[in-house]
């Protein structure tokens, strides 16, 4: 059994610590150097789970980590992988890999339950419900990011989200007004930032900034969150293509406000820690 496999969805990449495989102590400090892409393995954030053994037909835990060490109540891309992972290391178990189309698990985090559907298993295909988001507010509000007076609408998927409507969006912006708003005084808690651009009533595209993570080609609750936003505005229809820089995800706005995002994910690698990796994690080296 490896120490971690490493996932990625659409450019945002995440590692998967089992705790009932491999003894790990997540703090802010490990996970920090885990994520660093220089001194340790590399990625935007780690999932930490499942944090009981499954069982069939119960929800499934798992903690969520920002590549900064910061926690997450919730990760759309993270839910997809969590889902594929225990397909791949529990299959028997809560999900059924052998009948790809009936593979589901519900998926508890702090932020709630939400319920994974692997679609393809071969394509890593996974749809999740990814409930109903609380706004803010009715309409847009002002805030000043820099130089910059922008209007914004806030909201709730579980983890906090600010979308950003603007007639055209880039890395560069993302990357230049992202950490101002992230971390603006309106945003105790810190918020994920969309810099959303409509470009049909089918077709959104996005530059993301993370709370905790910084510039990622992808994040899952943030399509979905710039989705329910753009709906909210009257500007999409229900079913909406998601453009972001590491590629494409749909999502669907229901009849009662429920979003669903379907997308791919994949395994990358797995891999040890070596002895002195170990070390440096504070986590000892096993026997
Ligand atoms: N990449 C993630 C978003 C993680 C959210 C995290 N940055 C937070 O602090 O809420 C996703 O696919 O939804």
């Not at 495989?21 to 340790?40: E, K, P, S, Y």
């Not at 809560?94 to 393809?120: H, K, N, Q």
């Not at 055209?168 to 603006?184: C, K, M, N, T, Y």
């Amino acid at each position: 059994m490896s120490d971690f496999t490493k996932y990625q969805a659409l450019g945002n990449d995440y590692l998967v610590i089992d705790p009932l495989r491999v003894d790990f102590t997540a703090t802010a400090q490990t996970v920090r150097l885990l994520c660093d892409r220089h001194l340790g393995v590399g990625a935007d954030g780690v999932l930490i789970g499942p944090t009981a053994e499954p069982r069939p037909g119960e929800p499934v835990g798992l903690r969520i980590f920002n590549s900064d060490g910061s926690p997450c109540e919730k990760s759309g891309n993270g839910l997809r992988m969590f889902a594929l992972y225990l397909a791949e290391h529990y299959g028997a178990g809560p999900v059924r890999p052998e009948e790809p189309a009936e593979t589901s698990v519900v998926l508890r985090t702090v932020a709630g339950d939400s319920r994974a559907d692997i679609l393809d298993f071969a394509e890593g295909r996974v749809r999740v419900e990814m409930g109903v988001p609380a706004f803010a507010t009715d309409a847009p509000v002002g805030l000043t990011a820099g130089a910059r007076h922008l209007d914004v609408i806030g909201l709730h998927l579980g983890n906090p989200h600010t979308v950003v409507p603007l007639d055209e969006v880039s890395a560069d912006l993302a990357r230049e007004l992202g950490p101002l708003i992230a971390w603006h005084p309106a945003y105790p808690e810190g918020t994920n930032v969309q810099f959303l651009s409509v470009l049909d009533r089918g077709t959104i595209r996005i530059e993301v900034w993370e709370r905790g993570a910084g510039y990622t080609l992808a994040s899952g609750s943030s399509a979905c969150a710039a989705t329910a936003a753009a709906h909210r505005l009257g500007l999409v229809g229900e079913h909406v293509v998601v453009e972001m820089a590491g590629g494409t995800m749909e999502v669907s706005v229901g009849e009662q406000g429920e979003i669903t995002m379907t997308g791919t994910a994949e395994q990358v690698a797995t891999g040890d820690f070596s002895p002195a990796f170990r070390a440096r994690l504070g986590q000892g080296v096993p026997a």
